[in-house]
């Protein structure tokens, strides 16, 4: 890859190496470790609780090289949603395509119906269904047995807008190798890689502190994830006026709803809701409690996908290196409470139900929504298009955009967003592709 002071100006910039930052970079490119975040998890009158659960991955592909690794589209209903806010250009039948271009699907054994080879239709992730573990076989073979004779359906073809039934996970792994964004990278050798924190176009090294001053002939893309893409947009002027006085940030564009509408999946691991079945002790998701020192142990995530309550991003000082105040106020709403009590086992008594559901819940880790989609700025920060209402050749790409929060994880929406935006770009700078 190419050294950052040999070409100036770039064509486009783009700020941050995760999911979306990589896909866009290298659709755009095709003419020729783990930081932990402090994050106040619950804020109610009557409790509260800040911890360090949030993390992205510190290498080139951020989350993709450090999630779940589980592919799932989501249902047509939640994207036809988004309509709402970024038009018909974001509902189901217009993005369908560019939730399955990212990636090519693998079924080697001949396992699958053939009809899901719709499901990765020659793109640089390499996908394929979790490997059929012998050991693990009994307990397939009972789950399956007690999901039917309770008159439910099994289910393989979970991508075409409907979700519904048990069904066997595919994953962004093939061939026991783990897949990531990075991917979009390989053999682009115009594209220039930094290592460093971006500050608008101003790029500073923290071990440094030496700065070097980047331009783009075209366009800035911000795409440095839900936490940090809202905190760049405040720190450069573009938010809410009201925040800025108290860090000396001069206004730029007046926009209330960058940093707002943070969204996330609470869940409880705890025997509308999804029920992921971990055959282990599944520590991401129970740090609280020490693993067991021998036996066999289960766990069961019940995630509830649709919260009322919203989180938000504020500045804690002016300082680029500083981390953000982040809060995902989780049961903010007094019905999330009881939505996520309707898929837990009966307990004694509503207290204690509440009780378990404030002490136990965690992060999905699948924060969304901080720089909202919209068709104006009243709305939301970014036009249909993903530009930033105000401003000039900037967008925001990654999942700060999501208006409605996917029912599932969001990993393939991420991609989306990403494929369906380098499409857009492509079109407004036709001369660069033809």
């Known amino acids: 890859m190419a050294s950052a002071t040999k070409i100036q100006p770039f064509d486009f910039i783009i700020v941050g190496g995760g999911i979306a930052g990589n896909a866009v970079a290298g659709r755009l490119a095709e003419n020729p470790k783990v930081l932990a975040y402090k994050t106040t998890m619950i804020k ?62 693998h079924d080697d054994q001949k396992l699958y119906p053939r009809g899901l080879s719709k499901v990765g239709t020659g793109g640089p992730l390499q996908i394929s269904h979790a490997d059929l573990i012998p050991e693990i076989e009994p307990f397939r073979d009972a789950l399956t047995s007690a999901w039917t004779s309770k008159g439910h359906e099994l289910n393989e073809d979970i991508y075409s807008g409907t979700m519904h039934g048990l069904t066997r996970c595919l994953d962004t792994i093939y061939k026991g190798t783990r ?32 700065e070097l001053s980047l331009t783009a002939k075209y366009e800035v893309i911000v795409s440095q994830g839900v936490f940090e893409s809202p905190k760049l947009l405040m720190l450069s002027g573009i938010g809410p006026a009201s925040e800025f006085k108290q860090h000396g940030i001069p206004v730029i564009v007046d926009s209330r709803h960058v940093g707002q509408n943070l969204l996330d999946h609470p869940i409880v691991p705890f025997p509308h809701f999804e029920l992921d079945f971990v055959p282990m002790f599944s520590s991401a998701f129970q740090w609280h409690y020490p693993t067991p020192p021998s036996g066999s142990v289960f766990t069961i995530i019940l995630d509830l996908l649709r919260s009322l309550s919203k989180g938000e991003v504020k500045l804690n000082s002016a300082n680029p290196l500083q981390q953000a105040n982040i809060n995902l106020n989780f049961f903010g709403e007094d019905l999330d409470i009881l939505a996520m009590r309707e898929g837990e086992m009966p307990i004694h008594s509503d207290e204690a139900m509440n009780k378990v559901v404030l002490e ?68 407004q700078y036709s001369s660069l592709y033809s």
């Open 44 to 105: 109610r009158e009557d409790y509260e609780r800040v911890e360090k659960p949030n993390t992205r991955g510190k290498v080139l592909g951020e989350s993709s090289c450090a999630n779940y690794f589980t592919w799932i589209p989501g249902s047509k209903a939640t994207f036809d949603d988004w309509e709402e806010f970024g038009g018909k250009d974001w509902a189901w039948d217009n993005i369908v395509e560019c939730l399955r271009k990212c990636a090519t699907y």
């Open 179 to 210: 897949q990531g964004s990075f991917l979009y990278l390989n053999g682009k050798p115009n594209v220039t890689v930094l290592s460093s924190v971006c500050t608008g176009v101003e790029v500073i090294n923290p071990a440094t502190g030496e």
């Open 360 to 427: 136990r819940s965690q992060t999905g880790f699948h924060p969304c929504g901080t720089t909202r989609l919209s068709k104006n700025i009243e709305q939301g920060v970014v036009d249909p298009q993903l530009r930033v209402h105000g401003v000039k050749n900037l967008r925001v790409i990654d999942a700060s955009v999501i208006p409605v929060i996917p029912d599932c994880r969001p990993q393939n929406s991420v991609y989306m967003i990403a494929e369906n935006a380098a499409d857009m770009i492509k079109v």
